[in-house]
């Protein structure tokens, strides 16, 4: 009778094989060695001084907000959904009131 499973138990042709988890292996022999205190154990760093502090209260100021002050656009038309287009003179603005969908 032949075990077609996917069984790592057994083999192919029915016998039980053997496991490795029961084979203890050997240990290594390691001793523990005190660090010796000559010993450097940490590398070398450079240190670097800091960057001098230093406020500037131009650089957390708040930012004019932007807005358009020429004549060219009179307003903005939407022409579908949410598409914002500008208008330029009032005969765009009538062509983009009869536009439909």
């Known amino acids: 009778m032949l075990n077609l499973t996917s069984s790592l138990r057994?083999?192919?042709?029915?016998?039980?094989?053997?496991?490795?988890?029961?084979?203890?292996a050997?240990?290594?022999?390691?001793?523990?060695?005190?660090l010796e205190p000559s010993t450097k154990y940490r590398r070398d760093t450079i240190e670097y001084a800091s960057a001098p502090l230093t406020f500037n209260p131009e650089s957390?100021?708040?930012?004019?907000?932007?807005?358009?002050?020429?004549?060219?656009?009179?307003?903005?038309?939407t022409m579908h959904k949410s598409n914002a287009v500008p208008v330029i003179d009032d005969e765009q603005a009538k062509d983009l009131a009869r536009m439909r969908r």
Not at 14 to 24: F, I, P
Not at 26 to 34: E, H, V, W
Not at 60 to 77: N, R
Request: overall charge positive.
């Open 10 to 24: 057994y083999a192919t042709n029915g016998k039980k094989r053997k496991t490795n988890s029961l084979r203890k």
């Open 26 to 34: 050997k240990k290594p022999n390691i001793s523990f060695q005190p």
């Open 60 to 77: 957390c100021a708040k930012k004019d907000s932007m807005k358009y002050t020429g004549t060219l656009v009179k307003g903005i038309a």
